[in-house]
């Protein structure tokens, strides 16, 4: 029914995260009857963000530039780093306001079945941070599903070193969900009454 490249921007827009087949179409319609110089702004911006952002080499945060203002905060706590699943997490924590650590994204969760193994994540990474900075404490942020709780678990074992305290966040996070589904105050509380591992 409709024109091909109609249909064509449909599927695509319909591929990003959030957006159902509904909204994509109301979204295609929109773009192709705005004027022409607006819709080359947004594919523009597009391509910039794309080509700007990168992985901080250190925590795995989003970044225009490796080492992040996150790593290079001096007024941040570098004995403390809180370890999330992925680098979105981040935002989440971050607006949250209550954590005035640093951070390390993992990238994943182990999941055998999915074919996730722990040397497929930035564990060694992790492991290489605490030879060179002056770590104290690493408080796990992950989801409690079963994944979660298995990565949690192997990090404690695999993480464990004289001097250095190994937590997690308390529960009350929603089961089976991500960060970002947890509000502020959850996600402040549950950092606060984070509890130690080994
Ligand atoms: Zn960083």
Known sequence: MLPDAITALVAALGRLPGIGPRSAERIALYLV?????????????????????????????LTEQSPCSICTD???????????????????????????????VLGGKISPLDGVEPEDLRIAELEKRLKHEPIKEIVIALSTDVEGDATS????????????????????????????????????????????MN
Not at 37 to 52: D, G, H, M, N, P
Not at 154 to 162: G, Q
């Open 33 to 61: 009857q705005t004027d022409p110089a607006t819709v080359k702004q947004l594919a523009e911006t597009i391509l910039v963000a794309r080509e700007k952002i990168i992985f901080c080499d250190t925590c795995g945060a």
């Open 74 to 104: 001096a007024r941040r706590e570098s004995s403390l780093v809180c370890v999330v699943e992925r680098a979105v997490d981040i935002l989440s924590i971050e607006k949250a306001g209550a954590y005035r650590g640093k951070f390390h």
């Open 153 to 196: 678990y192997y990090l404690a074992k695999r993480l464990a070193r004289p001097g250095l305290k190994v937590s997690r966040i308390a529960y009350g996070l929603p089961a089976g969900s991500g960060l970002e589904f947890a509000d502020e105050l959850t996600l402040s509380r549950a950092l606060e009454g984070r509890r130690e």
